[in-house]
């Protein structure tokens, strides 16, 4: 049987890829334990200094949670697969390095809150996202009440999530969803070339960069200082910091080691 979760690594770039395309990507608990296994493997290879996730096949990046697994649980069973749904897109934000999603197609409920886990999100013109769980008299149950609000403002998330409206990505890169629309063609290539921007700086610079604004923005400005202080401490004595004077003083490129 095919794997569900595809995971490539090139140039510090891990491309993790979604493998149901005949079911639209959409996730069944195999592919959450899969899914989980790579994301634990990710965040303990230094090697990987940022990760793309995206969707195999032309339609969908993932339509959500799979409803036709989901009709044969009983309720046991729907809230283990809730809470491991959602334990894994916690993971996934959780995440040290950068995490970009490329969306190249669907991306609705659990698929939606996947991308929102993510630090950045590209998607093509003819993708398609939303919380469409009230549709089928559910809530979203991953992230998606709390991290919509958080970056789109609460009004507006209200009127996607109550509605179960879905959006196209140039009104999702209107409302600050979508970093950039990209062609089909080209998704994956503008998602690796923004992820090889953050690749060639100082990887432990970079991690703690995205902890400090990950966490303090989530509290208060005087409490947020604190944070970046603390996240710039831990760069202080890193070999890659003294790197980084020397090759400005000898003129050359710096050769970053993660260390």
């Given at each position: 049987?095919?794997?569900?979760?595809?995971?490539?690594?090139?140039?510090?770039?891990?491309?993790?890829?979604?493998?149901?395309?005949?079911?639209?990507?959409?996730?069944?608990?195999?592919?959450?334990?899969?899914?989980?296994?790579?994301?634990?493997?990710?965040?303990?290879?230094?090697?990987?200094?940022?990760?793309?996730?995206?969707?195999?096949?032309?339609?969908?990046?993932?339509?959500?949670?799979?409803?036709?697994e989901?009709?044969?649980?009983?309720?046991?069973?729907?809230?283990?697969?809730?809470?491991?749904?959602?334990?894994?897109?916690?993971?996934i934000?959780?995440?040290?390095?950068?995490?970009?999603?490329?969306?190249?197609?669907?991306?609705?409920?659990?698929?939606?809150?996947?991308?929102l886990?993510?630090?950045?999100?590209?998607?093509?013109?003819?993708?398609?996202m939303?919380?469409?769980?009230?549709?089928?008299?559910?809530?979203?149950?991953?992230?998606?009440?709390?991290?919509?609000?958080?970056?789109?403002?609460?009004?507006?998330?209200?009127?996607?999530?109550?509605?179960?409206?879905?959006?196209?990505?140039?009104?999702?890169q209107?409302?600050?969803?979508?970093?950039?629309?990209?062609?089909?063609?080209?998704?994956?290539?503008?998602?690796?070339?923004?992820?090889?921007?953050?690749?060639?700086?100082?990887?432990?610079?970079?991690?703690?960069?995205?902890?400090?604004?990950?966490?303090?923005?989530?509290?208060?400005?005087?409490?947020?200082?604190?944070?970046?202080?603390?996240?710039?401490?831990?760069?202080?004595?890193?070999?890659?910091?003294?790197?980084?004077?020397?090759?400005?003083?000898?003129?050359?490129?710096?050769?970053?080691?993660?260390?």
């Amino acid at each position: 049987m095919d794997s569900t979760v595809l995971q490539t690594i090139k140039n510090h770039v891990a491309i993790i890829t979604f493998n149901r395309p005949d079911q639209l990507n959409c996730f069944n608990y195999q592919m959450l334990l899969d899914l989980e296994q790579v994301i634990q493997e990710v965040k303990a290879n230094p090697a990987i200094r940022t990760v793309i996730f995206t969707g195999a096949g032309g339609k969908s990046f993932s339509a959500g949670a799979d409803l036709k697994e989901r009709r044969t649980l009983d309720e046991n069973q729907v809230r283990r697969n809730v809470n491991k749904i959602r334990s894994v897109f916690n993971q996934i934000e959780e995440l040290p390095q950068p995490t970009i999603a490329a969306i190249n197609g669907y991306a609705l409920g659990g698929g939606f809150e996947l991308a929102l886990a993510c630090d950045f999100r590209l998607a093509v013109p003819e993708a398609k996202m939303g919380l469409t769980e009230v549709t089928w008299a559910i809530i979203s149950g991953a992230g998606g009440t709390q991290r919509l609000p958080r970056l789109i403002g609460s009004q507006r998330a209200k009127e996607m999530i109550l509605t179960g409206r879905k959006v196209a990505a140039e009104e999702a890169q209107r409302l600050g969803i979508i970093l950039e629309v990209c062609d089909s063609k080209h998704l994956l290539t503008e998602a690796v070339r923004l992820a090889e921007k953050m690749s060639v700086n100082g990887p432990l610079a970079v991690i703690q960069a995205k902890y400090a604004i990950h966490y303090g923005c989530q509290t208060d400005l005087h409490t947020g200082l604190a944070i970046e202080a603390k996240a710039y401490e831990t760069i202080i004595p890193t070999e890659d910091r003294l790197e980084a004077l020397q090759a400005f003083k000898e003129k050359r490129p710096p050769q970053f080691k993660g260390k």
